[in-house]
């Protein structure tokens, strides 16, 4: 089993909204990210988790607000969006993450998010 | 920090041939490449990788090709059919470093009928 579930498939929110992002993984992978995703572009990184602690922040602003639960669960949490925020946000999950072994990331199908 | 550039951005290929995608980067302590797959409305999905102690992989028709003095890597496909069109992402990472996976522009891939 490689599936990283991500929930909901789209959403749409409107600026004063407050949603969340929720992604899952059975594959006992220590490390998780979110991934932000333009038309026609490759994937940004926005943040990643290992161990379920927070290692990477790439200068996200503050109105996305990541969480880890425990190791199989990573969550986006969205709150005073920008239009310019839509987008498709992907999890991925590999092993092992800063630990010199450089395994598979194993994306989801991605949440497609509107911004109105 | 590592650049990835890929190309060509776009690539149409008749139904049947083989189509090849080349990417470069910059860091020579990167030593992991793998290469994704995107459909329309999907998630990238991992379709081959290969690591820097190895020359080349083959995994039915697809293959990828390592040259780490010259820092190139490349994404072979034969025989082509439909369902390989989409979009393909190059991807590298470096050790010890961030462990970031660092894209590549993406490359169009049309198969024509």
């Known amino acids: 089993d490689t599936e990283v579930t991500q929930t909901p498939k789209h959403l749409v929110m409107g600026m004063t909204n407050k949603k969340s992002l929720k992604c899952e993984q059975h594959m006992g992978h220590r490390a998780m990210y979110w991934y932000k995703q333009k038309a026609k572009k490759p994937p940004e990184l926005m943040f990643v988790?290992?161990?379920?602690?927070?290692?990477i922040n790439e200068s996200v602003p503050s109105r996305f607000s990541p969480e880890c639960p425990n190791s199989s669960l990573l969550n986006l949490h969205l709150h005073a969006l920008q239009p310019e925020d839509s987008a498709l946000y992907l999890c991925?999950?590999?092993?092992?993450?800063?630990?010199?072994?450089?395994?598979?990331?194993?994306f989801g199908q991605g949440t497609r998010l509107t911004v109105v | 920090g590592e650049n990835v550039e890929q190309h060509p951005s776009t690539l149409s290929v008749q139904e049947g041939d083989s189509a090849v995608i080349k990417c470069t980067y910059s860091d020579s302590a990167s030593n992991y490449f793998p290469w994704y797959k995107q459909e329309l409305g999907k998630g990238p999905q991992l379709i081959i990788d290969i690591r820097s102690n190895v020359g080349e992989k083959k995994d039915q028709r697809i293959a990828v090709t390592l040259n780490k003095t010259a820092k190139h890597f490349s994404l072979h496909i034969t025989e082509t059919q439909p369902e390989d069109s989409a979009v393909y992402f190059c991807?590298?990472?470096?050790?010890?470093?961030?462990?970031?996976?660092?894209f590549g522009k993406g490359t169009r891939l049309h198969i024509l009928p």
């Open positions: 988790y290992s161990y379920e602690k927070l290692s």
């Open positions: 991925a999950s590999s092993q092992a993450y800063s630990l010199g072994m450089n395994t598979e990331a194993f």
């Open positions: 991807a590298a990472l470096r050790p010890n470093r961030d462990d970031k996976i660092i």
